[in-house]
């Protein structure tokens, strides 16, 4: 058996790619357009690995309601070079840090669609630094 991919399903995909691209710093591998089926597939991987490992679907048809985030689904995990840098730089692009990374190990946001994403220092904790080490939770993770 082999690992694929986890699915989210995006309501804007423009912002969901400005998200997970040019702010937590994903790379897209692949994608599809399906006008048949009215939907697109994009395949996302962290940088370097290139194989997929979130497919992104937006279907072309607005939903009635924003799609609900089962109890089941848990969170995206990546391992990063530099969580100080990456929140610094999800703050810039306007992404509330719901966790920050006071430990100067684990952080989590959520993207636009409200899929929560955890992201660990690579290596382990770096020394707590202003102005995670003070900054509070926000909302839910």
Same mark, same amino acid.
């Given at each position: 058996?082999?690992? +694929?991919?986890? /699915? *989210?399903? #995006?309501?804007? $995909?423009d912002?969901s $790619?400005?998200f997970y691209?040019?702010? +937590?710093?994903?790379?897209?591998v692949?994608?599809?357009?399906? !006008?048949?089926g009215r939907?697109?597939? #994009?395949?996302?991987s962290? %940088?370097? !690995? ?5 497919? $992104? ?6 939903e009635?309601?924003p ?5 089941a689904? @848990?969170?995206l995990?990546?391992? *990063?070079? !530099?969580?100080?840098? +990456?929140c610094a730089?999800l703050?810039? @692009?306007g #992404?509330?840090?719901?966790? %920050?990374?006071?430990?100067?190990? /684990?952080?989590?946001v959520?993207?636009? !669609?409200?899929?929560?994403?955890e992201? $660990?220092?690579?290596?382990?904790a770096?020394?707590?630094q202003?102005p995670?080490?003070s /900054? ?5 993770w």
């Amino acid at each position: 058996m082999k690992y +694929l991919h986890t /699915m *989210v399903r #995006v309501t804007d $995909l423009d912002a969901s $790619l400005n998200f997970y691209c040019n702010l +937590l710093g994903l790379e897209v591998v692949g994608r599809r357009d399906y !006008d048949a089926g009215r939907f697109t597939l #994009v395949f996302l991987s962290a %940088p370097g !690995d290139g194989a997929a490992q979130v497919e $992104l679907t937006y279907n072309w048809d607005p939903e009635p309601q924003p799609y609900g985030i089962g109890r089941a689904f @848990g969170h995206l995990a990546y391992e *990063v070079d !530099d969580i100080y840098g +990456l929140c610094a730089r999800l703050m810039a @692009g306007g #992404v509330t840090i719901n966790r %920050p990374p006071r430990d100067g190990r /684990m952080a989590f946001v959520r993207s636009p !669609d409200r899929i929560s994403i955890e992201l $660990l220092q690579k290596g382990g904790a770096r020394p707590p630094q202003e102005p995670w080490a003070s /900054m509070p939770n926000t909302g839910e993770w």
